[in-house]
């Protein structure tokens, strides 16, 4: 669904994309900190399914609705999340969508889905790292080390591995028969 597709159907891969994220957001395992979601799966898919700049803007659409008040993340909305630890893995979402519609644009191969798939881990995980070191020092008072940050916000990434080969299947399927 890229960009050779007409308006409405971007319009609507686009809503249903940051829609499926948000459901994803539901469907979770709490853990302090950093709950484990399904997120991550739908956000590599709508880079992939829609490219990199409406894969992109499916996110940004998804964190604005979240901002704006609709309690579509994993533990609630609100201006008021942008304090929150896991803040930062929001960010990443938008960045990785983009990442993985642009490693995979027009690339129908195994290794470059699986590319993609790692890089958008990364693009996800460095800036979650980064603000929930922050949020806990500085916005929760929770003095912490970058020891105790790293084990807090790597805890869903084993999920997220066993997950990447189901994602990696699903995207390159489903690329293939748009």
């Known amino acids: 669904m890229h960009e050779h597709k007409r308006p409405v159907q ?3 891969g686009i809503g249903l ?10 469907l979770r395992i709490p853990l302090p900190y950093v709950p484990i979601t399904l997120q ?18 499916s996110q940004v659409i998804y964190v604005t609705i979240g901002l704006v008040g609709f309690p579509i993340f994993a533990e609630g ?4 999340y942008v304090l929150k630890p896991s ?4 960010l990443g979402f938008i960045f990785a969508a983009w990442t993985s519609g642009a ?6 191969s195994f290794l470059n889905h699986t590319i993609a798939a790692l890089v958008c881990l990364f693009v996800i995980y ?5 603000w929930l070191f922050i949020a806990m020092n500085y916005f929760i008072g929770h003095s912490t080390t970058w020891s105790t940050v790293l084990t807090l916000g790597l805890s869903p990434l084993p ?12 995207g390159l399927k489903i690329s293939r028969n748009l």
């Open 10 to 12: 971007i319009v609507v």
């Open 17 to 26: 994309m940051a829609a499926l994220t948000a459901i994803g957001a539901f």
């Open 40 to 57: 991550t799966s739908f956000v590599y898919l709508s880079g992939i399914l829609l490219g990199p700049k409406y894969g992109m803007f």
């Open 77 to 80: 909305g609100g201006l008021h």
């Open 87 to 90: 803040f930062g893995y929001l």
């Open 103 to 108: 490693i995979t644009k027009n690339r129908l």
């Open 126 to 130: 460095v800036p979650g790292i980064i």
């Open 159 to 170: 999920k997220d591995l066993i997950l990447l080969p189901i994602n990696i299947y699903l």
